[in-house]
């Protein structure tokens, strides 16, 4: 260890991860006291990993956090996350953020002030690549375009802003890719919640635990899409038809549109939502190079309605990956399952029932009957802890119905996988 490098040492210690544990390492002789002085580039603090925390004042663990800053030159990255802890005073979190803005590359920033600190302010016209910021508040942003330079990931949770400032934080970061907004308390101006944002360089946006009437945006770049847990009257994506992936899980929309030209959709993931599959379907069907397709916990909007296995043959040829799990109606079930496409290059098959019954069982094998090069089968399913005899004899037909089936699809791994 003694022919280490200081720089090498310096790279050990910036991925133990946890302040503390740096400020161990580096008092093991003089040589790791100088590494940690003048070559830790990342340091983290964080209340939920180490419990001392929790057995200090606020005005302690500023000090020990100032100490442990102040003994540094050139961080690169900086995390401080309280999630537990009480006020911090403003000008000992101004005094940490000052002295390593002009380095500073990443800052992970949960600190509960009185008053609040301004990040932008602060941390504007630097060298900053990533931003991650958790209950805080953000108010009146200038519009300046090079507020920002280099920011290429943004993450904003449980903040308080206004729509406005919203888009104007945005267009002050012109090389922004990744956006994350979680919990977003956005200040109204009038009765309509309305957000509009507008990025040219995004690509990717996370968008969880939020309601609006309105939620638009522009990103001629963006490839990934995930809407989780939102409550919206209207979504819409204006691109020119980037989007790579999409994903939405338990969202309540009214109206959703991610845009007409989407020919180069790989992944749709949609849990926990209800369908117009006529509409739905419309939406997605130009996308022929789609290589998954997860409709999991859906619902549709019309009882008559059902998945078509025929459809989707045919308008995705290069599916890989396909997971359905929705209720299995008797009398229109069978709609689903005419035609006589094949999925050919679908390899690996997720199948859940809400009800297991009869018609899952032939369900499963006219779909294994349109997978001809199937390899994986993934059965999900959700079993009761209190079972009456009819029960426990429907999974046991079950059981015997499956281990028939797949002796005639010996090539084809299985798995079961209940709740």
Same mark, same amino acid.
């Given at each position: 260890?003694?022919?280490?490098?200081?720089? %090498?040492?310096?790279?050990?210690?910036?991925?133990?991860?946890?302040?503390?544990?740096?400020?161990?390492?580096?008092?093991?002789?003089?040589?790791?006291? @100088?590494?940690?002085?003048?070559?830790?580039? /990342?340091?983290?603090?964080?209340?939920?990993?180490?419990?001392?925390?929790?057995?200090?004042?606020?005005?302690?663990?500023?000090?020990?956090?100032?100490?442990?800053?102040?003994? /540094?030159?050139?961080?690169?990255?900086?995390?401080?996350?309280?999630?537990?802890?009480?006020?911090?005073?403003?000008?000992?979190?101004?005094?940490?953020?000052?002295?390593?803005?002009?380095?500073?590359?990443?800052?992970?920033?949960? %600190?509960?002030?009185?008053?609040?600190?301004?990040?932008? *302010?602060?941390?504007?016209?630097?060298?900053?690549?990533?931003?991650?910021?958790?209950?805080?508040?953000?108010?009146?942003?200038?519009?300046?375009?090079?507020?920002?330079?280099?920011?290429? #990931?943004?993450?904003?949770?449980?903040?308080?802003?206004?729509?406005?400032?919203?888009?104007?934080?945005?267009?002050?970061?012109?090389?922004?890719?990744?956006?994350?907004?979680?919990?977003?308390?956005?200040?109204?101006?009038?009765?309509?919640?309305?957000?509009?944002?507008?990025?040219?360089?995004?690509?990717?946006?996370?968008? *969880?635990?939020? #309601?609006?009437?309105?939620?638009?945006? @522009?990103?001629?770049?963006?490839?990934?899409?995930?809407?989780?847990?939102?409550?919206?009257?209207?979504? @819409?994506?204006?691109?020119?038809?980037?989007?790579?992936?999409?994903?939405?899980?338990?969202?309540?929309?009214?109206?959703?549109? &991610?845009?007409?030209?989407?020919?180069?959709?790989?992944?749709?993931?949609?849990?926990?939502?209800?369908?117009?599959?006529?509409?739905?379907?419309?939406?997605?069907?130009?996308? #022929?190079?789609?290589?998954?397709?997860?409709?999991?916990?859906?619902?549709? $909007?019309? *009882?008559?309605?059902?998945? $078509?296995?025929?459809?989707?043959?045919?308008?995705?040829?290069?599916?890989?990956?396909?997971?359905?799990?929705?209720?299995?109606?008797?009398?229109?079930?069978?709609?689903?399952?005419?035609?006589?496409?094949?999925?050919?290059?679908?390899?690996?098959? *997720?199948?859940?029932? /809400? %009800?297991?019954?009869?018609?899952? #069982?032939?369900?499963?094998?006219?779909?294994?009957?349109?997978?001809?090069?199937?390899?994986?089968?993934? &059965?999900?399913?959700?079993?009761?802890?209190?079972?009456?005899?009819?029960?426990?004899?429907?999974?046991?037909?079950?059981?015997?119905?499956?281990?028939?089936?797949?002796?005639?699809?010996?090539?084809? @791994?299985?798995?079961?996988?209940?709740?």
């Amino acid at each position: 260890m003694e022919h280490l490098p200081v720089e %090498v040492i310096g790279n050990i210690l910036s991925r133990l991860g946890g302040a503390r544990d740096v400020v161990i390492a580096s008092a093991t002789c003089r040589k790791w006291r @100088e590494a940690s002085r003048k070559h830790l580039h /990342t340091l983290a603090f964080n209340s939920n990993d180490l419990p001392p925390y929790r057995d200090i004042t606020p005005k302690q663990l500023e000090i020990l956090i100032t100490q442990t800053i102040f003994q /540094t030159t050139g961080l690169q990255g900086l995390s401080i996350l309280m999630d537990d802890v009480d006020e911090f005073s403003a000008s000992t979190v101004i005094a940490w953020l000052m002295y390593t803005r002009e380095t500073l590359r990443r800052l992970f920033y949960n %600190v509960r002030t009185s008053p609040n600190v301004n990040i932008l *302010e602060i941390c504007g016209r630097q060298k900053l690549e990533t931003l991650a910021l958790a209950h805080n508040s953000i108010t009146g942003v200038e519009p300046n375009f090079q507020r920002f330079p280099c920011l290429k #990931s943004l993450s904003l949770s449980h903040v308080s802003i206004s729509a406005l400032d919203l888009s104007l934080l945005l267009t002050a970061c012109p090389k922004l890719e990744s956006l994350e907004l979680v919990n977003l308390e956005i200040a109204m101006s009038d009765a309509q919640v309305t957000v509009e944002l507008s990025c040219p360089t995004l690509k990717s946006i996370y968008v *969880e635990a939020i #309601s609006l009437d309105k939620f638009m945006l @522009e990103a001629d770049s963006i490839e990934r899409l995930h809407l989780r847990d939102c409550a919206l009257e209207l979504f @819409e994506l204006i691109g020119i038809g980037t989007l790579k992936y999409f994903k939405i899980d338990d969202v309540s929309v009214i109206h959703l549109d &991610i845009g007409e030209t989407i020919d180069n959709l790989e992944v749709v993931d949609v849990s926990n939502f209800t369908i117009i599959w006529p509409k739905f379907y419309q939406m997605i069907s130009r996308s #022929s190079k789609l290589r998954k397709l997860r409709l999991w916990d859906v619902a549709f $909007d019309d *009882e008559d309605e059902v998945v $078509d296995l025929e459809t989707i043959a045919v308008c995705f040829p290069r599916l890989k990956h396909l997971a359905l799990s929705y209720e299995l109606r008797d009398g229109v079930m069978h709609y689903g399952l005419q035609g006589s496409s094949n999925l050919e290059n679908v390899m690996v098959l *997720e199948l859940g029932w /809400t %009800v297991i019954n009869d018609l899952f #069982s032939h369900w499963v094998e006219e779909l294994l009957k349109r997978c001809p090069n199937l390899r994986k089968m993934i &059965i999900f399913g959700s079993v009761s802890e209190v079972k009456s005899h009819e029960e426990c004899q429907i999974l046991a037909n079950f059981t015997s119905s499956i281990v028939q089936l797949m002796r005639k699809y010996m090539n084809v @791994e299985v798995h079961f996988e209940f709740e």
